[in-house]
Structure formats: structure tokens, C-alpha cells
């Protein structure tokens, strides 16, 4: 069994972190693979930051990953992604979904939102490698915008990191979804796990 | 095979569960027949899981009005032989405190557990509060536990514990464990049903005084009895290494990460520690044991120094000399991390930190400048915007009357309203507790002379809304109440309540409404609004305001998550407004700087609403000075 591997998820309430997290748990105990986590639930619902921690191995107590020990971050949106630069080291990787989500604090002009470019930047400094897609738009392209988060997790598999079997994964996908939306939700996978393996290549 | 869910009996399997969900089936394990709670982030899916196996497994769950109410229930039911519980958040422990209080002297028949959820660094509360404390002032025994597997099983035992000694037990779990996931091997399910019985003994079960002075002397024994056996608990573990100069001694969740920070530093072998799952009592002669047996101690604790300071005090009374540190080197505030604990255990051995914390702050504070802003907010079609909204264009319509410069005080409450007290909509003034908008209104009423007008959700309306609303009759309070009625506790994940119409096991029930009982208990101005007729609603809101003693509102709309879901499905779609560019004046802005609703954005200097956030609402469309919001 690996004996630490820590997976951290940023993004927006409503972009189904959370989904995504109980996903991999699933997986992961089906695959006798140890697994520990937490989310922020409750508030996050109402369009704030969701943060969701996953981790695995034979070395893994407590729940939440510590400040720079984040192996992959997956991150949703872009600023959100950058608000956990903390988690990072020179050897973590980041698979980041470059649709924004601008809040409703700048319309207002309470924030400002960072450029890309920014973000990019200061997330590249901080890690070992970084793998973009436009998840949003690789979701449309299946016909159900809904599914960004399964090209994210695909993305995830994508990189061949995780202890946790292809067919499992897609298993639970399949259990986790009504029968009409299965193969839109695993053709949403393959497209994310091709996609991040091309970009790594 | 089939499929494993929280409530089959299939020992030794394991699945992959929320730690509340976790907790619950503790609780179910051990033969649970009656659960009470009222929900608060993060125990609320606690009952929501026993609940949703409660007809399959013969138990009776229900979401009480209150948690003083749901503890209440549990009691009696324990006191009738049956195993009973009543879970709650940290803060619903104090409105449970009265009873809870008086349960400690009479003592429990069936086991009894209160389970309370702590939240440190408040994520979710008002407050952070360290429940520990309660434990100690009601002499009641508490357990922590380090994991959600640990929750689990700590729970299923609390009952075990709490009818070997006739006492209730509380156990306490943090947002950490609540709302942590892991993979748990389940235990056997108890299929012992017994038939509630209430033996009389009214010489220990009335408190009066003469009857009390009599029970507290056995409260003390029992807890003195729980004292010596904690010392056996598999939950306290010593482990002493070998000329070990320092000792971690840490405390549930703690524990593991003192765990991960020892593995982390590579002191495995150097220090010997203290695993604590009864914060009180203390297993006494195991902190004796491993204080004689080294120099300097570090106690590993989330919040207040509790486990610190009787540490110390078991020091000095055994004569122990070693050095205790503990809040000296951690945070009494928000929740401890392997970082934090792992800098405090390298600064005591003198160990080079494996990360550079200096730097990863540095980092912190380069990128912080560069981030939005991204508050929970009010969502798209909230029927509180436009509420909130009403009321204080109402309450400053009459407040012009009152004279120049006179302001109106919106006392807020617990529940997404809360959420309303940020730009733009600046709708709320206080917010300390459940049922406090109501209260404090009264006290504001006969302290100033300026229109009061305060809100509270339906559930909290019947949590703790009603006796302040009596009190404003009887004491003529010139005060406006408007009941949020969006039929639904919607913060903590829509669980039913008295104004719903349906219990915690989905059984139709008497539906109660908050007009009648404010009818009922004599307020004489009684209005039901649609805050979606902006123009209706805000007129009711003036008379109501205008109305010479206490007047209430309700204002009734339908959560819009719930609308959502229900329109999805009867596969009724969803009409969303757009902005008409040609009659929009781009500099206005009225939508975005009156009503901060999300789906209303900027977008190449232009403002538009997003239709895939839009519900249909129609209140921006409302304020429009230019009519130029319209539906597709």
C-alpha cells in the first residue's frame, strides 16, 4: 500500500467538490486503499469556497492535509485554486480547470478578480507542474455542462498517481449516477483522463 | 452482493462514511431506540441518518422543536429503560443547559448519550465554544474521539458506559470528525428492542431542594466511580519510550495530529505520549505514570487549555515537577493542524522543521492581495433578498416620520438571513442566538425611540421566537416581527419542522403557521405577505411598522433551492430574466448596488443577468428604473 498520498480540491459551492470527494472514497475502500478526508459543508452551499481534502495511504492519520504536503491539487476555478497555494511544494501537481467564476464581490467592487496570467504564474512558481484544461468547455462538448467535475476527475486518474483502479473509479461513477446519465458522466471521464495524459506527455 | 448502507448488519465489512453518519451508526449499534435533535452545523446529519433507517430498524428519531426540548425527550426515554440520545452543535448544548444540568443529579436508566458538536474557528457558528467545560460543571463524563472509526465506536460504548454507572454521557465530536470522511469497519447491530417501562422514584427524580441535597452526594460517587474506570479505557493509551525527555499528552482529535507531526519530525522513538479520549475524568493515574517519567510535557488540545489545566493540577498534587506546556505553544482559537502541533514539537526537541513554515507564510500573505472576495452569499432567487430588502425600504420610509437623521435597528437571527448583514443589502444588525432578533427587539423597543423592526427564519420562530413574542404583548413592546417563512431550516440542509407538515421520518403532521400562533397569543396586527409582490409586501411592511404595539409579518416564500428542485422535478422549466441593453443605462446599477444578487454580473462593462444562475425570480425586475428587465 502507498504509504502517504494527499489530493486536495478547491472550487466553488454548486461545482460538486463534494461529489467528486465521495467518489474517491468509495473507490478507495473498495480497493482495500486507506483513506482519510474532509470538506467544508453548510456555508459553502451558498456559492462560497469549498476546499475538500482526500488522503491516502498506511501513514495517514488526521483529516486534513498538512501546509505544504499536498501531492495533487485539483483545482475547480483558478482563484480558488491560488487560495490553497499554501498546501503546495516544488513537487506537488496541479490540474487546473481555467473556466473562472467571477464573485459577486466584484461586481460590486468590493474584490478584484486576478488575471489568469497571474494565477498561472504564482501557481507554477509554487509547484512542480501544472496540467490546464478548460473542463467547462471539454464538459459541453459532452452535451451536460454538469459534468466538469467527472472531466476533473478524470484528469485526476489521468495522471496515473492514484492507487485506485480505472475500473473501480468508473464502477462507482455508474453506481453513483441514474442510469440516463452514466455513459454522458464516463464519457466525461475518459475525455478528462486523455486530455491530462496528452498534456503530460 | 449487496449493496452495504449505514444500517446492514454485516460485521467486519467496511465502508467509506461521513463521521456523523459514522456516529449514527455507533448509535445504532448499540441499540438506540429513541433519537431527538435539533439540526446545527455539523451534527444535523446525525439524526437525518437515523432517521432515514428508523422504520426499517424500529427506532423512533425526531427533530424537537429546540435542543433543550430534544434532550428532554431522550431523558425521559432513558429514565423509561430505553437506550436514548439527543445530539446537537456546541451552541445547541446551552439552550439544553437546564436540563441538562438537573439530568446529571438524577442520573440515567437506559444509556443515555448527548452528543454534542464543537466547531472550532466557528465555520459554521456565532461561536467557537469548548463544550468540555459544560461536561465539567454538570459532573458529567465526556469522550473525544481522535477519529471518525474512533466515533463510531466511542458512541456505541457511551450507552454501554452510561447504564454500568446510571449516568448520562456526553460525547463530544468537531467539525473535524462531523464532517471528516473514512473508510470504518462496521460492528454487529443490536437487535434488542425493550419495552419502555418508567419506574417511579420520586424521591430522586423530583429536584427539590431537600430531594436534591440528597442526589448530588450520589452524583459525585458515580463520577468518582467513572473516574477510576477511565483509567482502563481503551481510549487512554500511554505509550513511554525509552529515555524519552519530552511527553505529548493529546487529546481526541488532537491526537492524531500530534500522530502525523511526531512520524513527521522522526521522533517516533524519543517521546512517549498520552492518548486521551476521556478529557474528563481524567484517567488520572495514567497522566501521573507518564509525568514521573519525563522532564517537560506538551498537551495537544483543540480550544480552551482544559486537559492543560488539570494536568497541572494532577502535577502539583502528586508532586511532579515536570514542565507542562501547552497554550504557551498552540492556539486557544480555531482548529489545530499537523503544522501547527509539528512546529510546537520541534521548538520544545530543538528538530529542524521537514517544511519551511516561514516561508509558506510568506507566501500567504504575497498571494493573499491577489484574492476575490468570496463570501457565502444569499443564493440567485433567495426569497430573504427580497424580505430583507422590503423591510428596510419600509423601515425607512416610517423612519423619515420619526424625525431627521433617526435610524431603524434590524435585530437579526440564526439562518441564511444572517447572510443579508453584508453590503448591499446591510439588513441586519446583531446576530448573537437563536431567537435573540425577537429579544433583543423588546429591550431595543424601551431603550430608544427608533422603528425596531426584526427578523427570524420559521424553524427558529419555533425554536426559541415564541417566548420573546409573548413577552413584546405583555410588555408593549412597539416592535415589527417578520417571520422569514421559507418553509424549510434551509442553512443546516432542509430539515422539516412544526411549519412544515411532515416529521423527521416523513409522516404527515399537523402543519403549524406563525400567524396563528401570533394571533393566538394576542398580537393584534397579523399579516401574510408574498415578498415577491415587492410593492404589496413593502406596504404591509410600513402599516405593520406604523401599528402602534407589537405587529408580525409573515413572509412566505419557498426556499429557492427547494423551488428548484421541486420544478426540476415536475420538469417545469425554469424562466430566466435578461437585461435589455437598449434600455439599460450601463452606469446605473441599481440590480447589482441594491439587491448583490449572484446572478447579476458585469461582463465587458455591461450588465447582465447569468442564465444559467437565474431562477425567475423577478425582483431585480421590480427595482429596474428603467423597465429594462425583462423575461425571456
Given at each position: 500500500m502507498i504509504k502517504e498520498l494527499n489530493i486536495l480540491i478547491s472550487g466553488v459551492g454548486g461545482q460538486g467538490v463534494i461529489l467528486m470527494s465521495e467518489l474517491l472514497g468509495n473507490s478507495a475502500v473498495k480497493d482495500?486503499?486507506?483513506?482519510?478526508?474532509?470538506?467544508?459543508?453548510?456555508?459553502?452551499?451558498?456559492?462560497?469556497?469549498?476546499?475538500?481534502?482526500?488522503?491516502?495511504?498506511?501513514?495517514?492519520?488526521?483529516?486534513?492535509?498538512p501546509l505544504g504536503k499536498c501531492d495533487i491539487l485539483v483545482g475547480m476555478e483558478p482563484s480558488e485554486a491560488l487560495r490553497n497555494i499554501t498546501y503546495l511544494s516544488k513537487s506537488s501537481l496541479i490540474i487546473l480547470n481555467t473556466a473562472i467564476i467571477v464573485p459577486f464581490t466584484v461586481p460590486l467592487g468590493q474584490s478584484k478578480y486576478p488575471s489568469l496570467e497571474v494565477v498561472q504564474e504564482k501557481l507554477e512558481s509554487a509547484s512542480g507542474k501544472i496540467v490546464k484544461l478548460d473542463a467547462n468547455q471539454i464538459a459541453r462538448g459532452t452535451g451536460n455542462l454538469l459534468t466538469a467535475n467527472i472531466v476533473m476527475l478524470g484528469a485526476l486518474f489521468g495522471t496515473e498517481l492514484l492507487p485506485i483502479k480505472?475500473?473501480?473509479?468508473?464502477?462507482?461513477?455508474?453506481?453513483?449516477?441514474?442510469?440516463?446519465?452514466?455513459?454522458?458522466?464516463?464519457k466525461a471521464f475518459d475525455l478528462g483522463y486523455q486530455t491530462c495524459q496528452q498534456a503530460l506527455k | 452482493?449487496?449493496?452495504?448502507?449505514?444500517?446492514?448488519?454485516?460485521?467486519?465489512?467496511?465502508?467509506?462514511?461521513?463521521?456523523?453518519?459514522?456516529?449514527?451508526?455507533?448509535?445504532?449499534?448499540?441499540?438506540?431506540?429513541?433519537?431527538?435533535?435539533?439540526?446545527?452545523?455539523?451534527?444535523?446529519?446525525?439524526?437525518?441518518?437515523?432517521?432515514?433507517?428508523?422504520?426499517?430498524?424500529?427506532?423512533?428519531?425526531?427533530?424537537?422543536?429546540?435542543?433543550?426540548?430534544?434532550?428532554?425527550?431522550?431523558?425521559?426515554?432513558?429514565?423509561?429503560?430505553?437506550?436514548?440520545?439527543?445530539?446537537?452543535?456546541?451552541?445547541?448544548?446551552?439552550?439544553?443547559?437546564?436540563?441538562?444540568?438537573?439530568?446529571?443529579?438524577?442520573?440515567?436508566?437506559?444509556?443515555?448519550?448527548?452528543?454534542?458538536?464543537?466547531?472550532?474557528?466557528?465555520?459554521?457558528?456565532?461561536?467557537?465554544?469548548?463544550?468540555?467545560?459544560?461536561?465539567?460543571?454538570?459532573?458529567?463524563?465526556?469522550?473525544?474521539?481522535?477519529?471518525?472509526?474512533?466515533?463510531?465506536?466511542m458512541m456505541a460504548d457511551a450507552f454501554a458506559l452510561s447504564e454500568e454507572f446510571g449516568h448520562p454521557f456526553?460525547?463530544?465530536?468537531?467539525?473535524?470528525?462531523?464532517?471528516?470522511?473514512?473508510?470504518?469497519?462496521?460492528?454487529?447491530?443490536?437487535?434488542e428492542r425493550r419495552k419502555g417501562f418508567f419506574k417511579k422514584d420520586r424521591s430522586r427524580l423530583v429536584l427539590t431542594p431537600a430531594e436534591a441535597r440528597k442526589d448530588r452526594p450520589l452524583m459525585i460517587k458515580r463520577f468518582e466511580e467513572i473516574g477510576k474506570r477511565v483509567n482502563t479505557l481503551p481510549y487512554n493509551q500511554l505509550k513511554l519510550a525509552d529515555g524519552a525527555k519530552l511527553s505529548v499528552i493529546a487529546s481526541g482529535l488532537s491526537y492524531s495530529y500530534a500522530q502525523e507531526a511526531i512520524e513527521w519530525l522522526g521522533l517516533e522513538d524519543k517521546i512517549s505520549v498520552l492518548k486521551i479520549g476521556t478529557p474528563h475524568p481524567l484517567p488520572k493515574e495514567l497522566v501521573v505514570k507518564l509525568l514521573s517519567s519525563v522532564p517537560e510535557a506538551l498537551v495537544v488540545e483543540e480550544l480552551e487549555p482544559f486537559v492543560e489545566l488539570h494536568v497541572k493540577a494532577i502535577a502539583q498534587e502528586a508532586n511532579i515537577?515536570?514542565?507542562?506546556?501547552?497554550?504557551?505553544?498552540?492556539?486557544?482559537?480555531?482548529?489545530?493542524?499537523?503544522?501547527?502541533?509539528?512546529?510546537?514539537?520541534?521548538?520544545?526537541?530543538?528538530?529542524?522543521?521537514?517544511?519551511?513554515?516561514?516561508?509558506?507564510?510568506?507566501?500567504?500573505?504575497?498571494?493573499?492581495?491577489?484574492?476575490?472576495?468570496?463570501?457565502?452569499?444569499?443564493?440567485?432567487?433567495?426569497?430573504?433578498?427580497?424580505?430583507?430588502?422590503?423591510?428596510?425600504?419600509?423601515?425607512?420610509?416610517v423612519a423619515k416620520d420619526y424625525g431627521k437623521d433617526v435610524v431603524p435597528i434590524y435585530p437579526g437571527d440564526i439562518g441564511c438571513y444572517s447572510l443579508g448583514y453584508i453590503p448591499p443589502l446591510e439588513s441586519n444588525d446583531i446576530t448573537i442566538c437563536m431567537g435573540a432578533g425577537f429579544g433583543l427587539a423588546n429591550g431595543f423597543a424601551h431603550a430608544t425611540d427608533v422603528p425596531i423592526i426584526a427578523h427570524l427564519g420559521d424553524s427558529t420562530?419555533?425554536?426559541?421566537?415564541?417566548?420573546?413574542?409573548?413577552?413584546?404583548?405583555?410588555?408593549?413592546?412597539?416592535?415589527?416581527m417578520v417571520v422569514l417563512d421559507n418553509s424549510?431550516?434551509?442553512?443546516?440542509?432542509?430539515?422539516?419542522?412544526?411549519?412544515?407538515?411532515?416529521?423527521?421520518?416523513?409522516?404527515?403532521?399537523?402543519?403549524?403557521?406563525?400567524?396563528?400562533?401570533?394571533?393566538?397569543?394576542?398580537?393584534?396586527?397579523?399579516?401574510?405577505?408574498?415578498?415577491?409582490?415587492?410593492?404589496?409586501?413593502t406596504n404591509?411592511?410600513?402599516?405593520?411598522?406604523?401599528?402602534?404595539?407589537?405587529?408580525?409579518?409573515?413572509?412566505?416564500?419557498?426556499?429557492?433551492?427547494?423551488?428548484?428542485?421541486?420544478?426540476?422535478?415536475?420538469?417545469?422549466?425554469?424562466?430566466?430574466?435578461?437585461?435589455?441593453?437598449?434600455?439599460?443605462?450601463?452606469?446605473?446599477?441599481?440590480?447589482?448596488?441594491?439587491?448583490?444578487?449572484p446572478a447579476i454580473i458585469k461582463e465587458d462593462g455591461k450588465t447582465v443577468i447569468d442564465s444559467s444562475l437565474c431562477t425567475g425570480c423577478g425582483l431585480c425586475a421590480q427595482i429596474c428604473p428603467y423597465k429594462a428587465i425583462v423575461q425571456e
Open positions: 482495500g486503499v486507506r483513506i482519510r478526508g474532509s470538506e467544508l459543508l453548510g456555508m459553502a452551499v451558498r456559492g462560497g469556497s469549498v476546499f475538500s481534502t482526500i488522503r491516502m495511504g498506511s501513514d495517514v492519520y488526521g483529516p486534513l492535509t480505472i475500473e473501480t473509479i468508473k464502477e462507482s461513477i455508474t453506481e453513483r449516477f441514474p442510469d440516463k446519465l452514466v455513459p454522458v458522466n464516463i | 452482493m449487496k449493496k452495504l448502507t449505514i444500517s446492514s448488519d454485516a460485521p467486519g465489512e467496511r465502508l467509506f462514511m461521513l463521521g456523523n453518519e459514522a456516529i449514527a451508526r455507533g448509535a445504532i449499534e448499540a441499540g438506540v431506540q429513541l433519537a431527538a435533535a435539533y439540526p446545527g452545523t455539523p451534527s444535523s446529519e446525525i439524526l437525518e441518518t437515523i432517521a432515514s433507517v428508523a422504520k426499517e430498524l424500529d427506532i423512533y428519531a425526531e427533530w424537537s422543536t429546540n435542543e433543550k426540548v430534544a434532550f428532554e425527550v431522550a431523558l425521559a426515554a432513558s429514565l423509561c429503560g430505553l437506550r436514548a440520545m439527543a445530539s446537537m452543535k456546541h451552541v445547541g448544548v446551552n439552550v439544553a443547559h437546564d436540563p441538562l444540568m438537573s439530568a446529571s443529579y438524577i442520573g440515567a436508566r437506559g444509556g443515555l448519550v448527548l452528543l454534542t458538536a464543537d466547531d472550532p474557528w466557528a465555520w459554521s457558528s456565532q461561536i467557537e465554544q469548548d463544550s468540555r467545560y459544560i461536561a465539567e460543571q454538570g459532573y458529567l463524563p465526556i469522550l473525544e474521539p481522535s477519529s471518525v472509526e474512533e466515533a463510531k465506536n456526553i460525547v463530544r465530536s468537531v467539525t473535524r470528525i462531523g464532517h471528516a470522511r473514512s473508510d470504518v469497519t462496521l460492528g454487529e447491530i443490536s437487535k515537577s515536570t514542565k507542562i506546556h501547552g497554550k504557551d505553544l498552540l492556539p486557544v482559537m480555531g482548529e489545530l493542524s499537523t503544522s501547527k502541533v509539528t512546529e510546537a514539537i520541534a521548538q520544545l526537541t530543538n528538530s529542524k522543521l521537514p517544511v519551511n513554515f516561514g516561508e509558506i507564510e510568506k507566501l500567504r500573505e504575497e498571494t493573499a492581495p491577489l484574492l476575490p472576495l468570496r463570501p457565502p452569499t444569499l443564493c440567485p432567487g433567495c426569497p430573504h433578498r427580497a424580505s430583507l430588502y422590503a423591510i428596510k425600504t419600509a423601515a425607512k420610509r420562530f419555533f425554536h426559541a421566537g415564541i417566548p420573546p413574542l409573548i413577552n413584546a404583548v405583555y410588555n408593549k413592546a412597539n416592535i415589527t424549510a431550516t434551509a442553512m443546516t440542509g432542509f430539515q422539516p419542522h412544526p411549519g412544515t407538515g411532515y416529521t423527521a421520518t416523513g409522516e404527515e403532521t399537523v402543519q403549524l403557521k406563525p400567524e396563528d400562533i401570533a394571533r393566538a397569543c394576542g398580537v393584534k396586527f397579523v399579516e401574510v405577505i408574498d415578498p415577491f409582490d415587492l410593492k404589496m409586501a404591509t411592511i410600513e402599516k405593520a411598522i406604523r401599528f402602534n404595539g407589537p405587529s408580525l409579518i409573515v413572509s412566505r416564500r419557498l426556499c429557492a433551492i427547494i423551488e428548484l428542485r421541486e420544478k426540476r422535478e415536475r420538469r417545469e422549466k425554469v424562466i430566466p430574466y435578461h437585461i435589455d441593453q437598449d434600455k439599460c443605462s450601463e452606469k446605473c446599477e441599481a440590480c447589482i448596488k441594491l439587491l448583490g444578487c
